[in-house]
């Protein structure tokens, strides 16, 4: 049935009304368990001193937010200002070396910020995998790559080459394995677009532009080289009307972002809470599901704010970079779920679609399913909780396609297209409520522990069976019908804005 079905506005109205009021009722019971906890033995080591006209402690669960934005804050906004005033500079100056300057400063950053030994390693691996490129074999691309990834993620290869890393500060594991996996994959995008190229090769200059340009060097996104190379060497450097105003908004956004979490950290644990289980045992059903959500709603925040200061500045430099992922509650199927538009993008490009072809199949998706989770996995980094939570993301999108298949043959295509399309959208919807609990149940685990997602599911589905369960679905239910209202509204406008453009 095709997105545009409507319903009646004072049904909206009622979805509306119950979801706010589930939210609220369910927040409430997190709020009061992080008051009631706040002083918990188990909790002092994250929980700890916050700001001090709220009176409260802090959620500080999260190290990396923390780092980034108190310990670590001025030099991240140092290196990345010298970035922006290096590029409007040099751009004004020399627009057509302008990437050559990218270059050279991302190099003096990386090594400035890391050492000369990582700086080589990284130089080495480029060297590797932009010799085999030559080749133009894609089978040797993808295996010299993915060997190249196994020597950063995986014992006791990780180790040694982590110790060309000179000094020691809180965020040096996390930028040697992000600048390195990253590279990584960059230099794989490179290589398999040069055996695509139909004359001669590209330079090894060309890899060194695209690798260390430092916005996208440690965090990503990841933007494949063909889009790159073609967008950094534009040389019209003007803007569309109102773009500067526009980079203006997204710039001031992830700081009124990174404000809002603070103080929410203040009054909600939900970070700190999962990791005892005796007080999650005592929460509500609706409040261990608040506490699951909020989680992934939380990491999608961190990933839209790490993305939307990264992008602004690429934005500053005329690309177009990959967008902040979509919102996890305007989720509800497993083909749009991910964290990381660039690496979804990279996987969708080089392997999801390349074996998947239409997505028709349902032996060459599950082959290409199963192909895109193994090389997720590699990327993640090979442990048990990994492996978990690929299996289970490959067997939801996979199920996903079969019941969407079956439904197809008859009689239920037939029994489809005789109901109305209000009566299609609200049963659509049900099976949507069920996908959105199997979505973040499947992700939970990875972003807490298999012991706090097991923890939830049994508390949904089993103890509070029948009453929670059916009403947790119903509530999601309510908020899956406001995803396609949404949906609805956006399918409107682009029909309307395809309208002015044919007349």
Known sequence: ???????????????????????????????????????????RE???????????????????????FSTFRNYIIFILSGHVLFAKIFSMLVPQHRSLVYMVYGVLAVRGIMGNSYLMLILSHCVVLYSISLAKKRWLCFTAGFCSLITFKVEPFNTWQNGFVTGTFDLQDVLFYGGSGFTIMRCMSFALENCEKKSGNYSPLELLKYNFYLPFFFFGPIMTFDRFHTQINIGDLSRKE??????????????????????????????????????????????????????????????????????????????????PPK?????????????????????????????????????????????????????????????????????????ELWVQKFFQMEPFAGMEAKMP?????????????????????????????????????????????????LSIWFVTYCGVQMIKEKERALAIEEEKAEKQKTD
């Open 1 to 43: 049935m095709g997105v545009k079905a409507a319903l009646p506005p004072y049904e909206l109205g009622f979805y509306a009304l119950m979801l706010t009021c589930a939210l609220v009722y369910s927040l409430n019971d997190i709020f009061v368990a992080s008051r009631d906890n706040m002083n918990r033995k188990s909790f």
């Open 327 to 399: 919102c996890i509650t305007m989720l509800y199927v497993f083909a749009e779920t991910h964290f990381d538009r660039g690496i979804n993008d990279w996987l969708c490009k080089y392997v999801y679609d390349f074996l998947g072809e239409n997505h028709d199949d349902i032996m060459k998706e599950l082959m290409a399913t199963v192909s895109t989770f193994a090389v997720t996995t590699l990327w993640l980094g090979p442990c048990k909780i990994v492996y978990i939570w690929s299996f289970c993301n490959c067997f939801g999108l996979n199920f």
């Open 242 to 323: 109102k773009e500067m105003w526009d980079i203006q908004v997204r710039a001031v956004v992830p700081l009124g972002v990174i404000i809002l979490v603070d103080v929410l950290f203040h009054f909600f644990y939900i970070l700190t809470i999962p990791s005892d289980l005796k007080v999650v045992n005592r929460l509500s059903d609706w409040a261990v599901a608040g506490l699951a959500y909020s989680n992934l709603v939380y990491d999608w925040i961190k990933a839209a704010v790490m993305f939307g200061v990264i992008n602004t500045i690429s934005r500053l430099d005329h690309l177009d970079p990959p967008q």
């Open 46 to 68: 994250n929980v700890r001193s916050g700001w001090h006209y709220f009176g409260r402690k802090m959620d500080v669960a999260d190290f990396e937010w923390v780092m980034w």
């Open 421 to 469: 399309e209000a009566i299609s959208r609200r049963i659509r919807s049900l099976f949507g409520a069920a996908n959105f609990w199997a979505i973040i149940l499947y992700n939970v685990l990875s972003l807490n522990s298999l012991d706090f997602a097991l923890l939830v599911a049994k508390r949904i589905f089993i103890t509070g069976f029948p009453i929670s369960t």
